[in-house]
């Protein structure tokens, strides 16, 4: 079993910036994909990351203005938000995929091949 917890996030201006961590409980060797993915009418993909080398995928909306990045060491995988706009608002959420790699391509976009999540931070974009 693996935990996922979720800090930083909350109420910033639109045009500014924040940074959402996302720390595992244990090492997981077995990890392929570290993901974000945020709520809105639906839970849809924002960024992911392959844990071993270190590959990078964005939604377009977010493109540009985010990056997704991670620590070995520390277990924890960022979220950096940049030029936030208020359309950025929503419940943000990190998960890990620990069973290999998925097929298909852009699978990793998909909510189903993750297999753990953290409990979400509220990310809000005033205008």
């Known amino acids: 079993q693996v935990q996922l917890v979720e800090s930083g996030g909350g109420l910033v201006q639109a045009g500014g910036s924040l940074r959402l961590s996302c720390a595992a409980s244990r090492r997981t060797f077995s990890t392929y994909y570290m993901g974000w993915f945020?709520?809105?009418?639906?839970?849809?993909?924002?960024?992911?990351?392959?844990?071993?080398?270190?590959?990078?995928?964005?939604?377009?909306?977010?493109?540009?203005r985010f990056t997704i990045s991670r620590d070995n060491a520390k277990n924890t995988v960022y979220l950096q938000m940049n030029s936030l706009k208020p359309e950025d608002t929503a419940v943000y959420y990190c998960a890990a995929r620990v069973r290999g790699s998925c097929s298909g391509y852009g699978c990793y976009e998909r909510r189903d091949e993750y297999d753990y999540w953290g409990q979400g931070k509220q990310v809000t974009v005033s205008s």
């Open 38 to 64: 945020r709520q809105g009418k639906e839970r849809e993909f924002v960024a992911a990351i392959r844990w071993s080398g270190g590959s990078t995928y964005y939604a377009d909306s977010v493109k540009g």
